[in-house]
């Protein structure tokens, strides 16, 4: 089974810039899709960004213009790339992959505050 594990979160003020990475033990190929989904206090969690095998990527509403994912598929890795922070940003970020079945990770936090 793949195990998916998620970094880069932290504190950030408003405007502020982070990059969020998701490692996937063994193949990311296995993977056709991956994502970043996020949850805030008091709300269920929502999508913020997937992208496919293809390269095809969907994003929030919220979030587009300011937010970027990516992967690199030699480093089994996939992306988040948070620009223009807002403090309604502020939640636990999880990874998700799709494959045989799906996989999550265990979440990483982001504060957006001054």
């Known amino acids: 089974q793949a195990q998916l594990v998620e970094s880069g979160g932290g504190l950030v003020q408003p405007g502020g810039s982070l990059r969020l990475s998701c490692t996937v033990s063994g193949s990311i190929l296995s993977m056709y899709v991956m994502g970043w989904y996020r949850r805030a206090p008091g709300k269920q969690r929502e999508l913020v960004a997937t992208?496919?095998?293809?390269?095809?990527?969907d994003y929030a509403d919220s979030v587009k213009g300011r937010f970027t994912i990516s992967r690199d598929n030699a480093k089994n890795a996939v992306y988040l790339q948070m620009d223009s922070l807002k403090p309604e940003d502020t939640a636990v970020y999880f990874c998700?992959?799709?494959?045989?079945?799906?996989?999550w990770g265990q979440g990483t936090q982001v504060t957006v505050s001054s």
């Open positions: 998700r992959g799709v494959g045989d079945i799906q996989y």
């Open positions: 992208m496919t095998n293809a390269g095809t990527t």
